[in-house]
């Protein structure tokens, strides 16, 4: 397991952070597993020492693994070599990337698949002790698996990274070999079978004679077969259920690496558990039946266990202290409830094969090769099939039900071979399975997808709107209005990719994607007093940063990429801020890995703008090696600019993202949209320091349709722009000096404990970090003209973050304090204004309901009233109308809620209050 971590991480730079790549990745694994088995476990039989041949394998193993660092170079040149001829053909390239990936781990799993029938065959005696023996091996090594996934997640690859990862684990392989080659060297266990008296030889036959009679050898093949359908349920359910987890417990690789360890968990508690259990029953088949219908009925009761997770992770959470232990906890708790028990059923599964189809210990290894391997060559398909096919076709809640009958339908079928049972018992069982998948399928018809039970959909219980759903192969993308706030117009929108949010139009991610689309373009122009030319946009999104760059007429090629497309077809929900711009005959998307693309293009570009998603989803595209081929195919003039979340990560992440990012660009810059309560910044690269004039910005300001656009975030002037920045080149590599890189050997950003949490405080550390913009003016001017304006404004945007990381901890009232005294040194300005009052009406609205839930109903309406003279907002139409309706007072009360609903039609209180409000005015009036 500790390999599969590893080599799955390096793979992933080839094929991109994907679950695409996983799945693959996963499936090229096993299938040399798979090979492994069946070839090597005949040999195993041939052989008159297998510990002997158990040594080699181990050394076989650990060289390869020395070797793989080399081994991965050859298809890396060989991707590179493919690349600009198939690169249009995403689906061929993944299938030539898939075939290499395979190749280069054939032999290594390969001699691991072959690890098992060798070990087996070694500690076997007879056909007494094969369940128990052959269970608890299969147990050992996957409680092995456990402890190899864990260690690696969670302190292997964060301690030493994943070449030294590699090697502690090449070492051990091959210290296990020398152990067990000096072991080899005594007699064998399993040549006691040589030395068998007579008797022993004859109570032998006649107990392989009775375990014939129970299971008719023709029967045997069907097993193997039915065991490879168990092994493709086995990996469906787990491709399923984890993708369903991460909309749970977030998309960090501890959430991921917790999942696996769960899953192997259950495998092993249930291989051992059974090992015994599979000797003493001698009706196999009854037993291996059951296990195969209740495994498909827990799978069932699984997908109603999601509708019940989410309260039941957080009052956990909560009792336990919310920290990160707490999370890790939660997660396992999670990941116990909803795959414990089938996971231990589908442990218990492989002893129980084991001896049904085992009619001698002399083919011991051949059979236990075969048993392993078309359980993994199921495991193949299921890996593959879940994630290119079930989940795409028809998604994960009716791809866990497809599965689970499945598994009931094999379990049926097993009963029914049942040789001791007569027609109508075999009927009954087939009936039995029938009726179950029937009546589960009844019983679920109108389940909703089980992602949409997580907390981030609570807000649809509250007037929110479910406006797109896909569940795709490289995640599963999400478009769907919240209910407003009291500071907001109408109910904003969001995408989000795998539960996470990556575009909006809420004025925060509005401020993000319009400074992405404009900043480096405008600070280009204003070091090189010239435009760019050729701009390279990582991500897609909402199309508004994409859409924001193209306001410049002077680029004549804009290259997007975007590695899912289902992102590209949510575009639509979103044309008030992309403004069709697909079709811009400029802009250029292709559909694949970021990374990949930028490697492989030939052409210099002016401008990057990295809007990637947060590294929880994708840590690669923040690490030096991204950075480096950013820098590669930057031109000497341009800039680059990298999106700076500051949520989820506190101060060591961020100083991790800003140590890395000045490794490749050391004339850097971190900007912060200071005009709203913001959680995101901007880092600017250059290759030669920035220098920058004014009179490029000012003119970028004469464009009306530029001009505009930042007008809706309350950008109105140069001077406004400017305000923005925080800290030069020399500010930022003091700050950031004791944080560490990101590599592709080192992704320490993914290990780090803390990127669960927002922490106001990541917000008051840009603080400390602030200088004056003056610095940057190459001309003294220029400086002159707007030292007195920018002095005074960046002595009040220390007060408007001071403010913004107060609201962030809901310090409302300490909050607005600093935004006055911003306002006392920066007199009128439009953003600190809305902001107070956005402050305002937020505390406004909350002493409103107070007064509402104790009845104070004219003394709730008084608040609301001054909160909606601040900024109109439905929320408080509809807080006006219902405190109304509490009153008597209708036709005050129906204007407000029909205003309410013009623009938040799916506020379920405002509905249910126009009704009442309707008919009580109609029952009036009759009375009348």
Known sequence: MVYEVVWQRLLCLIFGNTTFATATVLAAFMGGLALGSFLLGGFADRTKNPLRLYAILQFGIGVLALLMPALLSITTIANTALYPRISSNYPLLTLIRFLLCFGVLLLPTALMGGTLPAISKYFVR?????????????????????????????FLIAAIGVRHTTLLASLMNIAIAAAAFLLSRAPSPSQAEKKET??????????????????????APLILIIYALSGFCALTYEVLWTRALVFFFGSTTFAFTTMLATFLFGLAIGSTLFARYANRRKSLLLFLGVLEILIGLFALLSIWEFSELEGLLTRLRASLGGNWWAFTAGRFAGGFIIMLIPTVLMGAVFPLVSRIVTRSVKNLGGTIGKVYGANTLGCILGALLA??????????????????????????????????????????ACAVAALLIVSGGFALKDQKPITLSCGMFKDLHKGGKLMYYEEATAGTITVHSIAPSPSEHKPPKFIEVDGLDVAGTNLELQTTQKLQGHLPVLLYKSMNERSPQKCFIVAFGSGASTYETSLHPEIGYIQGVEINSSVVKAAPHFAELNHDVLENPRYHLAIDDARTFLMHSREQYDVIADESVHPRLNVDLYSRDFFRICKSKLSPDGVVSCWLPLYSLQEEGLKTILKTFLSVFPHASLWYGSNCINRSALLIGTLKPLKLSLAPIKAAFANEAIANSLREIHIHSAEDLLSYFIADESRLTAYSEDGRLITSDRPTLAYTRRMEYLDPEDIRTLNPLRTNVLSLFRYEREKQELEPALTRVHQATGHVIEAIALSFGKQWEASMKELRRALKLNPGHPSTIRMLNRNRCVVLTWQGWGHFQKGQYKRAIEKFKTSLELIPSPLDHSNLGISYVQLQEYDKAIPHLIQALRVWPNSPQTSH???????????????R
């Open 913 to 927: 209050a126009l009704r009442r409000a309707s008919a009580a005015k109609r029952t009036l009036k009759a009375g």
């Open 387 to 428: 994630g290119f096919l079930i989940i795409p076709l028809v998604g994960i809640t009716q791809g866990l039900m497809g599965i689970a009958f499945l598994n009931i339908a094999l379990g049926g079928l097993v009963l029914s071979l049942h040789p001791g049972g007569g027609l109508k018992l075999k009927s009954g």
């Open 126 to 154: 007879n056909l007494k002790g094969l369940g128990r023996n052959v269970g608890s091996l299969y147990g050992i090594n996957t409680f092995g698996a456990v402890a190899g996934c864990l260690l690696t997640g969670f």
């Open 198 to 219: 007579p008797s022993e030889k004859s109570d032998n036959r006649r107990k392989e004679g009775r375990s014939g009679r129970d299971v008719p050898r023709y029967i």
